[in-house]
Antibody
């Protein structure tokens, strides 16, 4: 079955860096686009970034552009999120999610999600 | 960026009630609207994609409609396991954006 397991979260001081990982199994990782979505404590969902199946197409939320980098290693079935210059407002549970494509409709959604890894940015 | 506005932000309902949640986009997103359910302490689950297509395994009491800028999620007969927070999300253009959520509580 599809499994996504995030890791790498923790407590970090403002301005520092952290790298999140998402280990994928149970599906052909190299043919799926992948997303990062975050959720601040007690708040709603916020989309962060997406990377295409081969890594050639990437998009970011404006608030993380220039600070975060999404990447993937298809040989290791792993998705990454390098987070630099962290701010207090980046504190959140970070989820990775697989993109589902409804070909006939040319529509996409996130059909499988990990359980998340918590990032806390605090001095 | 496309702004997504959900209403209401919360509602109380009885088991068996028909519940409707609305989502409005700040510009047309055609049919590229998804609905997710999230229970406390859990990851979101995809319910509806492309405005009205039911995701695999989702009960038929859930349905979605709309196109352009206005969309609805309907639960025809609310069940105990449906008490959760529901989010809409546009997948028309990056940055993808979510609505603020609708918390459905037991009355």
């Amino acid at each position: 079955q599809v499994q996504l397991v995030e890791s790498g979260g923790g407590v970090v001081r403002p301005g520092r860096s952290l790298r999140l990982s998402c280990a994928a199994s149970g599906f052909t990782f190299s043919t799926s686009a992948m997303h990062w979505v975050r959720q601040a404590p007690g708040k709603g969902l916020e989309w962060v970034a997406v990377i295409s199946d081969d890594g050639s197409n990437i998009s970011y939320q404006d608030s993380v552009k220039g600070r975060f980098t999404i990447s993937r290693d298809n040989s290791k079935n792993t998705l990454y999120l390098q987070m630099n210059s962290l701010r207090a407002e980046d504190t959140a549970l970070y989820y990775c999610a697989r993109e589902y494509i409804a070909m006939a409709l040319a529509a996409t959604a996130c059909d499988f999600w990990g359980q998340g890894t918590l990032v806390t940015v605090s001095s | 960026d496309i702004q997504m506005t959900q209403s209401p932000s919360s509602l109380s309902a009885y088991v068996g009630d028909r519940v409707t949640i609305t989502c409005r986009a700040s510009q047309t997103i055609r049919i590229y609207l998804n609905w997710y359910q999230q229970k406390p302490g859990k990851a979101p689950n995809l319910l509806i994609y492309a405005a009205s297509s039911l995701h695999s395994g989702v009960p038929s009491r859930f349905s979605g409609s709309g196109s352009g800028t206005d969309f609805t999620l309907t639960i025809t007969s609310l069940q105990p396991e449906d008490f959760a927070t529901y989010y809409c999300q546009q997948s028309y253009s990056a940055p993808l954006t979510f609505g603020g959520g609708t918390k459905v509580e037991i009355k």
